[in-house]
């Protein structure tokens, strides 16, 4: 494969499948932009490489059966630090007319 | 047209498509409050207005006037793209949200969702030349779809209400919906099957891929479904990234300046007959080391991200600037208290700089990126403030040398 996969030390940590809910249908490998999640031999969602998970929540909102939990967010020191500054929850700013921060997502 | 979303009070005027924002940078919660979300296409497509550079004319559908979009790139288009990578506020090179006709789309044409920053319509757009589509672009406030989907923006909520505003219930019932795979951050496709009765696929990660996917019967590759962050996609964030920390530049010829004249006695002002010359080597020789800093954060990093040692962003970094450290240590030969100062400021600020690139990297997860600052923040912090303490220490001693006359 042309694409070689980044993996960053800390990532995917609140990724989880439940496997007894998992209907092998697909629609999370389909949505993985790392192929962190793939199909076990029985067609059901595993945790292919924990590391490549960016934790964007892709698969959790395409799982119909709610099979997959991961806590979600955009993985931007930049955002975070704003929402530190501003005391809300991580918030880059990008479109929001306000141009605060350095360039981000 | 009926408007089946509830009224906003103040509704945006049907000419205002690409209304610049206005609002004063620390006033994103009141610009939010203030501004009610448009509930319907904020583009009167039936106006006799001129077309946009990137439309070739009108469509009349069951459900009123749009446009038909051009599907080759024009000279302007590609201009969008060079300052989209250029400027700060590049949330303003956008297109109006509502929906659009490329080529001959009729009652069970594919409709193709996207975002409503122009390099994202853009890039869909040319990746169908030769076909027929419509193109439903949701309202973004500007952002791409990743990002977007991100912050719910290029959301199922968003999604149902442009289906419903734009008439495509009337226009194309039963037609299929093709997502962009990066926005399903943002939009659940069973969701919106389920909302819509419609058919939802998912389509490849990047426009450019959409033919090789609709020739093959939307059977998507595994390279398709893949992110790729190669040397070329993270070079062309540079520039941005370049131009948005020009003030960083500038900033660190403050602390150089002031050592500068702190080198001579009887400053401040620089004693008459000071060497100005010779100052501004002074003031240069320092600056080298934080702006080689800031060089290594905005532009090696990003480019030798792969094959830098270590795994954590402001490691690496760090790392960075401590090699340009050595290199600048050997040419400047500044005394101690400036050499200290230089390598401290220029490894905390590659370091701060290589964190920051987190969110421009495609692979971080922000557990993981916060995990990270707690720890790094506070070593880059104190690296910096260090860098000035020593310079501060430098000054004072060639103040006290100077008030009592030895060197």
């Known amino acids: 494969m042309k694409t070689r996969s980044f993996t960053y ?97 | 047209m009926p408007d089946p979303e509830p009224r906003s009070p103040r509704k945006p005027s049907p000419l205002e498509p690409l209304r610049p924002f ?21 583009f009167d497509h039936s106006s006799e207005a001129p077309l946009p550079h990137w439309a070739e004319g009108r469509v009349d559908t069951v459900a009123g006037r749009t446009l038909r979009v051009k599907s080759a790139p024009g000279l302007r288009d590609r201009l969008d793209l060079v300052r989209s990578r250029l400027v700060r506020r590049r949330e303003r090179i956008r297109v109006a949200p509502g929906l659009y006709a490329l080529g001959n789309p009729g009652t069970g044409t594919p409709v193709f969702v996207t975002a409503n920053y122009k390099p994202s319509f853009d890039a869909l757009r040319f990746a169908l030349s030769h076909r027929d589509a419509w193109l439903l672009v949701l309202d973004t406030k500007g952002v ?92 062309v964030l540079i520039p941005r990234e370049i131009v948005a920390r020009s003030g960083a530049f500038a900033l660190a010829l403050l602390p150089a300046i002031a050592f500068a004249w702190s080198a001579k006695p009887g400053i401040p002002p620089v004693a008459p007959g000071a060497n100005l010359a010779a100052l501004a080597a002074r003031a240069f020789a320092w600056w080298a080391a934080p702006a080689g800093g800031l060089f290594m954060g905005l532009v090696a990093f990003p480019l030798a991200l792969p094959v830098i040692p270590f795994r954590h962003f402001s490691a690496k970094g760090a790392l960075l600037g401590a090699a340009w450290t050595a290199a600048w240590l050997a040419a400047a030969r500044l005394p101690p208290l400036e050499s ?68």
């Open chain 1, 9 to 105: 030390p800390g990532n995917g940590r609140s990724l989880a499948v439940d496997a007894a809910r998992c209907r092998a249908c697909g629609a999370c490998f389909e949505v993985c932009p790392h192929a962190a999640i793939e199909p076990g031999p029985d067609g059901v969602a595993r945790v292919a490489e924990r590391e490549a998970c960016m934790e964007c929540g892709a698969c959790a909102r395409a799982c119909p059966f709610g099979a997959i939990s991961v806590e979600a967010g955009v993985g931007c020191a930049a955002a975070i630090l704003s929402g530190l500054r501003r005391g809300t929850a991580p918030d880059c700013g990008c479109g929001d007319g306000c141009g605060d921060g350095p360039p981000c997502c």
């Open chain 2, 340 to 407: 200290i100062s230089g390598a401290l400021a220029a490894t905390s600020v590659a370091s701060y700089l290589a964190v920051n690139f987190t969110g421009s990297s495609t692979c971080t997860s922000q557990d993981a990126v916060k995990r990270e600052l707690r720890i790094a923040l506070p070593l880059q912090a104190a690296g910096a403030v260090l860098a000035l303490l020593a310079l501060a220490a430098r000054m004072a001693l060639a103040l006290a040398g100077a008030a009592g006359g030895a060197p």
């Open chain 2, 22 to 42: 206005t609002a004063r940078r620390d006033s994103g919660l009141e610009l939010r409050a203030a501004q009610p979300e448009p509930t319907e296409a904020d």
């Open chain 2, 144 to 235: 791409n779809v990743w990002c977007a989907a991100g912050k719910g923006r290029f959301g199922d909520a968003e999604l149902l209400r442009r289906l419903r505003a734009s008439g495509l219930e009337r226009i194309a019932p039963r037609a299929d919906l093709v997502l962009p795979q990066l926005g399903a951050t943002g939009v659940g496709a069973w969701k919106i099957a389920k909302a819509t009765g419609r058919r939802v696929r998912v389509g490849p990660v990047r426009a450019a891929d959409l033919g090789a996917w609709l020739d093959s019967g939307c059977v998507a590759t595994a390279a398709m479904r893949r992110v790729r962050f190669g040397l070329r996609e993270r070079a």
